[in-house]
């Protein structure tokens, strides 16, 4: 039987020049004596999409160290809620942790994060809105300003206060009871919460600071926005629509109720009006 009772899946595109510092600081902190999590029960998967950019000889030689970590290149899939989705199928943990490759989700909050998650707390949160926590001051405005407003966009579809946030844990059973998840968005946390239909008192609220990328570039580009939008399109029409068939519904009554009410008013449905003609 494994011994493997938790899983950090890292999706990754082009981040060689962090993984090595990600890896190292992940087990570095769940080996401090205070750490709520046995580093001998953690695995760490990268789900790389083919970078070719010297991922796969870093994560050999991490392995050849001793570090637990594997990496899967996928050559004919692209996407990061794609990843994140195949790296928690190949999970052996039962508590799954997702993490930027880049090291804006601290690594030290790894501990914390994975033993937030219990049969009653079925979600973990990375939260970069909570009191005592702070966004780093280098984060262009311009990202600030689009996830306020993504978030506000998100608000009637969860309780949750960051549910933007890249940095989120799940428990497998659940997971495995997600259905229609949408492998093209970017935003995989907000996905599972709803498809999981996760109330507010299963998850696991953890506040971090969210700090800037270490190395390499962000892949969000207009085009993820323009995903974005259309993800919370069919996420509203998941959870609202029976409600959005019966307002157009009700809508449709009011209307035609009050075209006879207009028309009468002016004698066209009035019997007697229309016989004089
Ligand atoms: N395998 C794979 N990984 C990807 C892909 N696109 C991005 N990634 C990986 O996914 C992680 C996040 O990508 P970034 O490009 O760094 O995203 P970001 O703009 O910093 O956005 C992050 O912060 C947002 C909060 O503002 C989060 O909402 C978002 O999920 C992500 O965590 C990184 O490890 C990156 O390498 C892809 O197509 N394939």
């Given at each position: 039987m494994s011994s493997i009772r938790y899983s950090v899946i890292v999706p990754a595109f082009r981040e060689n020049g962090n993984i090595r510092a990600l890896v190292t600081r992940i087990f570095g902190a769940l080996a401090?004596?205070?750490?709520?999590?046995?580093?001998?029960?953690v695995e760490v998967i990268i789900v790389d999409d083919?970078?070719?950019?010297?991922s796969v000889e870093t994560v050999e030689g991490l392995r050849r160290e001793g570090y637990n970590v594997r990496i899967i290149v996928r050559t004919t899939e692209r996407g990061l809620s794609s990843a994140v989705v195949r790296g928690f199928r190949e999970a052996q943990g039962d508590s799954m942790l997702c993490m930027d490759a880049?090291?804006?989700?601290?690594?030290?909050?790894v501990p914390a994060m994975l033993a937030s998650m219990s049969p009653t707390k079925q979600f973990a949160l990375g939260t970069?809105?909570?009191?005592?926590v702070e966004i780093d001051e280098g984060w262009p405005l311009y990202r600030r300003v689009i996830s306020s407003g993504a978030r506000m966009l998100a608000l009637p579809l969860t309780?949750?206060?960051?549910?933007?946030?890249?940095f989120f844990g799940i428990r497998k059973e659940t997971f495995l009871?997600?259905?229609?998840?949408?492998?093209?968005?970017?935003k995989i946390a907000l996905d599972l919460l709803v498809k999981c239909a996760?109330?507010?008192?299963?998850i696991a609220e953890v506040p971090f600071s969210f700090g800037v990328r270490a190395e390499g570039e962000s892949k969000l580009t207009g085009k993820v926005m323009i995903r974005y939008l259309e993800q919370l399109a069919e996420l509203y029409w998941y959870s609202f629509s029976s409600l959005i068939v019966f307002a157009a519904i009700l809508l449709f009554v009011v209307f035609v109720l009050l075209a006879r009410s207009v028309l009468s008013s002016y004698g066209g449905l009035d019997g007697k009006a229309q016989s004089k003609y």
């Open positions: 401090q004596v205070n750490s709520p999590v046995n580093p001998a029960e083919n970078s070719r950019d010297g880049d090291l804006q989700h601290p690594p030290e909050y970069r809105y909570a009191a005592g309780s949750a206060s960051d549910p933007m946030s890249g009871k997600a259905r229609n998840l949408n492998s093209d968005g970017f996760i109330p507010g008192d299963a």
